[in-house]
């Protein structure tokens, strides 16, 4: 059966996530995401008060990276958390937005192996063992707690491109897959398995999450208004030959792109077509979500994820997918 997750950007303080997965938890989510930039509130303090006022609902950051953060510290902060929340902790890691990390002089150098080996000196960390590591990007002459960390905490790799799809399929215990249409979580899930085959591991023994832009109402143009300003910022940092994929005038990706960096939320928002909301959303009436869930799912999808913006009202949207989205899949 599917498991339903939610993301949250701590843009938002932390007692209204908290507020949201209560909510979210009441209805049957099973997985907690918050995201990680630097110029938004900080993850942990986010996950930890979330943590503290849950009790089933799994919690963990989605996604850190290893350039703003050193592993040692991931590390730390989660088997903490898994002490407060015990067995309901995960950790989520990626390459790192890009951008972000250029705006405060943080090279993004060579992220597969900086990704790899996060992963590595983590799961070791975690464990309890004295982690000696020579690697391409990290070098540690010996690192180990002063106490003895309890359970396991799964780990989940955020990725796009093939080889870090690959990668994820390799070394992680989940993957979490950026990707909101049929088309592309297909071809996300085929490097996957690439990289599973590659190992000699079985593609279910991993849990597969498409991490999706997400917006649902009633109202059709209520839902498709606000996935509007998420989907111009996905189109303006995609890649042209994703554009290409789902036949997108690459001039109108130019125009967003130009507007979003003006702050000329207008022309930016007003280039948006409907196009761009199908590829890169789950948006529409809870019965057209169902729809193309029904749809990803075949693809072998054990965990959707409901992210920004979830509806144009979150705590009315949360209420819509508790009652009338979840349940489906559920009954
Ligand atoms: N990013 C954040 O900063 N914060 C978040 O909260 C966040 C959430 C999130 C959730 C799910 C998810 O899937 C992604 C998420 N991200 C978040 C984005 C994530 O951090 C990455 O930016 C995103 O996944 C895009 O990265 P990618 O997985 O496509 O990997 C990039 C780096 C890439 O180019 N990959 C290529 C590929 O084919 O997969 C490989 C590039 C390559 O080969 N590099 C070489 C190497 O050795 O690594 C050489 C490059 C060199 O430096 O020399």
Redesign the pocket.
Known sequence: MVKFGIEFVPKEPYWKITFYAIQAERGGFSNLWI???FNNRNVYVTLTTAAIYTNKITVGP??T?PYMVNPVFTAQALVTLNELAPGRVVL?I?????T?LASVGVE??????AVREAVDIFRNMARGENVAYEGKVFQIAGAKFFFKPKGEIPIYV????????ALAGKIGDGV???ACHPDDVEYAVNCVKNGVQEIGKQFNELDVAA?TSFSVHKDLKKAMKAAVPVVAFIVAGSPSQVLERHEIDLKKAEEIREALKTNDWGGAFGAVSKEMIDAFSVCGTPIMCIERINQLLKFGISQFVVGSPIGPKVKAAIDLINEEIIPSFTK
């Open positions: 995201t990680d930039h989605g996604v990276n989520g990626g390459a790192g937005d890009k972000t993004m150098r060579k992220p597969l192996s955020g990725a796009q491109g093939p080889k870090m799809l979490l897959i950026n991490y």
